[in-house]
Nanobody
Framework: QVQLVESGGGLVQAGGSLRLSCAAS????????MGWYRQGPGKQRELVAT???????NYADSVKGRFTIARDNAKNTVYLQMNSLKPEDTAVYYC?????????WGQGTQVTVSS
């Protein structure tokens, strides 16, 4: 069973930065696509960023140029560096890993951006 443990959320002022981390158990995860979703108040869950084992990345248009996803395969950890944060980035952020055919999720970490 895959376990994902997130950290790094918190309260920050607009324009500030946060770095989220997600550590996963299981060495086979180096073959998996990892990434982050978020769900803001009253909103549907949306994809934020993904990264393949070969470190190909994909971002939502709303975060391009501000967020950077990275992974350390040796540590089975995925990171999300969030810069120039905006109030609309306020959400619970969930990391995930997809290793066919299963998707595993973290418990979520709250990010709150004050104006």
């Amino acid at each position: 069973q895959v376990q994902l443990v997130e950290s790094g959320g918190g309260l920050v002022q607009a324009g500030g930065s946060l770095r989220l981390s997600c550590a996963a158990s299981g060495s086979f995860l180096i073959r998996g696509v990892m990434g982050w979703y978020r769900q803001g108040p009253g909103k549907q869950r949306e994809l934020v960023a993904t990264i393949t084992p070969g470190r190909l990345t994909n971002y939502a248009d709303s975060v391009k140029g501000r967020f950077t996803i990275a992974r350390d395969n040796a540590k089975n950890t995925v990171y999300l560096q969030m810069n120039s944060l905006k109030p609309e980035d306020t959400a619970v952020y969930y990391c995930y890993v997809f290793v066919s055919p299963l998707t595993s999720w973290g418990q979520g970490t709250q990010v709150t951006v004050s104006s």
